[in-house]
Nanobody, 116 residues
Framework: QVQLVESGGGLVQAGGSLRLSCAAS??????MGWFRQAPGKEREFVAA????????YSADSMKGRFTISRDNAKNTVYLQMNSLKPEDTAVYYC???????????WGQGTQVTVSS
C-alpha cells in the first residue's frame, strides 16, 4: 500500500518558519512535490524536486522563501518555509509522481496557519 504522510504543519506568526516533512512508503517516486490549497481557492503548485535533487522547481511567489529537499534513504521530502506570510495559510499536500504534471499519489495534507 502506497502512503504519503505529511507532518510539521501548525500555527506560526508572520515572519516565522516551518519545516514540513512527507514520508512516503510502499514505493519511491522520481519526482516529489508540494501543493497547497487555501480556503475557497484552487489547489496550487508550490515546489517539486527530481530524484537526485539536482532539479528543483518553485512557484514564483515562493522563490527565495521556500526550499524543497529530499532524503531518498528515508524516502522523505521536505519543505522549508521561511518568512511566512498570512497568505501562505493553507493545507499543504505532498505528492509523488514521475515528472511534469504526472502526480499519482497524494498525502492527506497538513494545515499551516500564519497569523499576522
Amino acid at each position: 500500500q502506497v502512503q504519503l504522510v505529511e507532518s510539521g504543519g501548525g500555527l506560526v506568526q508572520a515572519g516565522g518558519s516551518l519545516r514540513l516533512s512527507c514520508a512516503a512508503s510502499g514505493r519511491t517516486f522520481s519526482t516529489m512535490g508540494w501543493f497547497r490549497q487555501a480556503p475557497g481557492k484552487e489547489r496550487e503548485f508550490v515546489a517539486a524536486i527530481s530524484w537526485s535533487g539536482s532539479s528543483t522547481y518553485s512557484a514564483d511567489s515562493m522563490k527565495g522563501r521556500f526550499t524543497i529537499s529530499r532524503d531518498n534513504a528515508k524516502n522523505t521530502v521536505y519543505l522549508q518555509m521561511n518568512s511566512l506570510k498570512p497568505e501562505d495559510t493553507a493545507v499543504y499536500y505532498c505528492a509523488g509522481g514521475s515528472g511534469g504534471s504526472n502526480w499519482y499519489y497524494w498525502g492527506q495534507g497538513t494545515q499551516v496557519t500564519v497569523s499576522s
